[in-house]
């Protein structure tokens, strides 16, 4: 059974990191591209970022570029998004997905398997 768990999500100042980790069980995450989407109360989901499953290609919404980094840790069956000078907006629940497909369509949520979603607050 293909399963996705994301963790790592909390409660973070302003300012403040966290890194989210997306693991893998049923199958071998290096062979399939991956993403993580948020979704704010009353906001439709979004895109945060995706990568490759050689890991030679990320993109990143625009929101996001230079505060956070996606990578892969084969070994782990593990992907994951580090998130750094976090701002409230940032405040959502954090999913991943992941799929045997190209990366530009992990992005445009085609996915076929997506986790339960991790909880990521930034407050003071």
């Known amino acids: 059974q293909l399963q996705l768990v994301e963790s790592g999500g909390g409660l973070v100042q302003p300012g403040g990191s966290l890194r989210l980790s997306c693991t893998a069980s049923?199958?071998?995450?290096?062979?399939?591209?991956v993403g993580w989407f948020r979704q704010a109360p009353g906001k439709e989901r979004e895109g945060v970022s995706c990568?490759?499953?050689?890991?030679?290609?990320?993109d990143y919404a625009d929101s996001v570029k230079g505060r956070f980094t996606i990578s892969r840790d084969y070994a782990k069956n593990t992907v994951y998004l580090q998130m750094n000078s976090l701002k409230p907006e940032d405040t959502a629940i954090y999913y991943c997905?992941?799929?045997?497909?190209?990366?530009?369509?992990?992005?445009?949520?085609?996915?076929?398997?997506w986790g339960q979603g991790t909880q990521v607050t930034v407050s003071s």
């Open positions: 997905a992941a799929d045997s497909i190209p990366v530009q369509d992990i992005c445009a949520m085609r996915s076929r398997y």
């Open positions: 049923g199958f071998r995450l290096g062979d399939y591209a």
């Open positions: 990568i490759s499953s050689s890991g030679g290609s990320t």
